[in-house]
């Protein structure tokens, strides 16, 4: 059988730190509070420990994580359980309702950026951690703000078969209508973004300065000072790399020499 040697047909990309959400800040203050109210305060790097993954599934990783059960138990009085995983999820999604409102600015470049995507016939995919209901608060202020994908999956459409789980990519292939999958492209800024697209079969491109690995606002980044926004960049870079991305870049604006790195492998004959 010959190999694909065609351009990139279709780009997936993740939602909160990758088109919106400098930083993926809401999650993060979401996770932070809702633990908190039950007397167990959890770090920064703890709630982005799992960043990516299906909410409730995230808060599970959190409450039966490194040292969270010992403080549960002492704050609450027992081990912590399925029940309390479910009732942390049903105090997250109000509160993480509310915070998208606010949280949902397009990142600077991205409706420019996939405008020409299209004009090169590129199809804009997606997928997200966030729920139905989640994803559905951000996709008409994104809209507003430019940015609107041909599809948008979320765990719910999959049966809840969220990443690392290759099914959304696949549910995106479908409703694309875009084939094979060598010829599309997972872009995302975490971990296990880059395993949802391995497992799928495609190609994939780690976002290292606006999403989770930095986890700062276009503005608190730009306040850095240039030494250390370097060496967070590298830290971020050198973590998605590790991950098994085929292409690191700072910010979705700039995929499209990436995407032009990974057409010219294909043309060689690689697959991802």
Same mark, same amino acid.
């Given at each position: 059988?010959?190999?694909?040697?065609?351009?990139?047909?279709?780009?997936?990309?993740?939602?909160?730190?990758?088109?919106?959400?400098?930083?993926?800040?809401?999650?993060?203050?979401?996770?932070?509070?809702?633990?908190?109210?039950?007397?167990?305060?959890?770090?920064?790097?703890?709630?982005?420990?799992?960043?990516?993954?299906?909410?409730?599934?995230?808060?599970?990783?959190?409450?039966?994580?490194?040292?969270?059960?010992?403080?549960?138990?002492?704050?609450?009085?027992?081990?912590?359980?399925?029940?309390?995983?479910?009732?942390?999820?049903?105090?997250?999604?109000? &509160? +993480?309702? /509310?915070? #998208?409102?606010?949280?949902?600015?397009?990142? =600077?470049?991205?409706? *420019?950026?996939?405008?020409? !995507? $299209?004009?090169?016939?590129?199809?804009?995919?997606?997928?997200?951690?966030?729920?139905?209901?989640?994803?559905?608060?951000?996709?008409?202020?994104?809209?507003?703000?430019?940015?609107?994908?041909?599809?948008?999956?979320?765990?719910?459409?999959?049966?809840?078969?969220?990443?690392?789980?290759?099914?959304?990519?696949?549910?995106?292939?479908?409703? &694309? +209508?875009? /084939?094979? #999958?060598?010829?599309?492209?997972?872009?995302? =800024?975490?971990?296990? *973004?880059?395993?949802?697209? !391995? $497992?799928?079969?495609?190609?994939?491109?780690?976002?290292?300065?606006?999403?989770?690995?930095?986890?700062?606002?276009?503005?608190?980044?730009?306040?850095?000072?240039?030494?250390?926004?370097?060496?967070?960049?590298?830290?971020?870079?050198?973590?998605?790399?590790?991950?098994?991305?085929?292409?690191?870049?700072?910010?979705?604006?700039?995929?499209?020499?990436?995407?032009?790195?990974?057409?010219?492998?294909?043309?060689?004959?690689?697959?991802?």
């Amino acid at each position: 059988m010959r190999s694909y040697a065609g351009p990139v047909k279709a780009v997936i990309l993740d939602w909160a730190g990758t088109t919106v959400d400098h930083g993926s800040l809401a999650p993060v203050l979401v996770l932070q509070q809702v633990f908190a109210r039950r007397g167990v305060p959890i770090s920064e790097e703890q709630a982005r420990r799992d960043m990516g993954i299906l909410k409730k599934d995230h808060i599970r990783k959190i409450l039966f994580g490194p040292n969270v059960p010992a403080q549960w138990r002492g704050a609450v009085g027992h081990e912590p359980t399925e029940a309390d995983v479910e009732n942390l999820f049903a105090s997250f999604v109000p &509160l +993480q309702l /509310e915070c #998208l409102v606010k949280y949902s600015a397009v990142i =600077d470049g991205i409706a *420019d950026t996939v405008a020409r !995507l $299209r004009k090169r016939a590129i199809r804009i995919g997606s997928t997200t951690g966030y729920t139905r209901a989640m994803l559905d608060v951000i996709l008409r202020p994104a809209a507003e703000q430019g940015y609107q994908p041909d599809c948008a999956i979320t765990p719910d459409d999959v049966g809840g078969r969220g990443r690392p789980q290759p099914f959304m990519i696949y549910a995106n292939v479908i409703r &694309l +209508q875009v /084939e094979p #999958l060598e010829s599309i492209v997972k872009i995302g =800024d975490t971990p296990v *973004d880059i395993e949802e697209g !391995l $497992r799928a079969g495609v190609w994939t491109i780690g976002v290292a300065r606006t999403g989770n690995m930095i986890g700062l606002s276009a503005e608190d980044f730009t306040a850095l000072a240039p030494a250390e926004q370097a060496i967070r960049l590298e830290n971020a870079r050198t973590a998605l790399s590790a991950a098994g991305a085929h292409e690191v870049i700072d910010a979705v604006a700039d995929c499209e020499p990436a995407l032009d790195a990974i057409e010219a492998r294909i043309r060689h004959g690689e697959r991802p």
